[in-house]
């Protein structure tokens, strides 16, 4: 039987959804299949939680001793969202130590949690964006001028940050600093981007039994101003599967979504956000571990699908199993 560490928690604010997608992931792994066990990383510590006890995580190659026995595990599914389990840090860490982990590499993880690289990279192959200026903190910049570049109204966000967390949409110059502010207060460097008036989706993309999928397309129309995090979890949106879309329009979401994908040699699950303007998707972000709360799209897809959650596990296990790290013989 396999031996499967169900990683949560993570440093940043969305560690509460972290333990969340922990809970139905865990529900969804087969207990005949795995012995699994929930561990916590936490700015407190690391440690195997069994039984409502805590066993500390020997950093040195992921182990923890229960009554005098050391416990090893083959294979690590992590559902951190944020740091360090979703821009690289974990996944190089696991590398280094030759422990099989799902979703993609540390490179991808780090790509795409900077939302200008992943621009930057995306660009390049031709992906519509919107219109976007990257402030770093301390940096000295002139309003009039971001303004006159993005227009207004204009969205101002954290470069490093999930769940929607420290994002404004900016209506009025007055209101530009106080967006600035909160966004700096997730991460030290902000992207300005233009707004786009359009329809929201958002596409599940994922490496399903060897073969890249497009798990499905949702609409999201959001009560407040935008899709942030009330609209994600608090129930303040229609989340539409599959999304009112055109037949054609329907077929160029899944062909630049796959293409997204595949251009930065994805693997695993992936959840990216889409604004449609005249037919055509841009490209906003992508989540490379999407949420696995019952308020959570991904799984809605899947249901949509006729994929059983049972299935995804399996198939993300099978090919965290099958990629080597480069530094393990």
Not at 16 to 42: G, H, M, P, Q
Not at 136 to 148: P, R, T, W
Not at 164 to 189: N, P, Q, T, W, Y
Not at 299 to 323: C, N, V
Request: negative net charge; hydrophobic residues 35%; charged residues 25%.
């Amino acid at each position: 039987m396999l031996r499967v560490a169900v990683v949560a928690g993570g440093y940043s604010d969305e560690s509460v959804v972290s333990l969340k997608s922990c809970e139905l992931i865990y529900a969804s792994l087969n207990s005949e299949k795995y012995d699994k066990t929930r561990v916590r990383i936490l700015k407190e510590g690391w440690y195997a939680e069994i039984d409502g006890e805590k066993y500390p995580i020997n950093k040195g190659d992921f182990s923890f001793e229960k009554n005098g026995e050391k416990r090893m595990f083959d294979v690590v599914f992590n559902t951190i969202h944020g740091t360090p389990g979703e821009d690289g840090y974990l996944q190089a860490y696991f590398e280094m130590i030759g422990l099989p982990y799902n979703g993609c590499p540390f490179y991808q993880s780090a790509l795409t949690f900077n939302k200008k690289d992943c621009i930057a990279v995306l660009s390049k192959y031709g992906i519509p964006h919107a219109k976007s200026i990257y402030i770093n903190k301390g940096d000295q910049y002139s309003v009039a001028e971001i303004i006159d570049q993005v227009g207004l109204p204009c969205f101002v966000k954290p470069n490093r940050s999930g769940s929607s967390l420290g994002i404004s949409k900016v209506h009025k110059r007055e209101e530009f600093e106080a967006a600035m502010e909160k966004a700096f207060h997730e991460d030290k460097e902000v992207l300005v981007e233009s707004f786009l008036d359009g329809t929201e989706v958002s596409v599940g993309v994922l490496n399903y039994k060897g073969k890249t999928m497009v798990l499905g397309i949702t609409e999201i129309v959001p009560h407040t101003e935008f899709f942030d995090y009330d609209a994600k979890y608090n129930g303040l949106s229609d989340e539409i599967t599959p999304a009112r879309l055109t037949v054609e329009v329907e077929q160029r979401v899944r062909e630049v979504a796959e293409k997204a994908y595949k251009c930065i040699d994805m693997s695993g699950f992936s959840r990216s956000e889409y604004i449609i303007v005249n037919g055509e998707p841009h490209f906003i972000e992508m989540n490379t571990l999407p949420g696995f709360s019952p308020a959570s799209i991904f799984p809605q897809q899947a249901a949509h699908a006729g994929i059983a959650l049972e299935d995804l596990m399996d198939s993300e296990i099978e090919l965290a199993l099958s990629r080597r790290s480069p530094w393990i013989e």
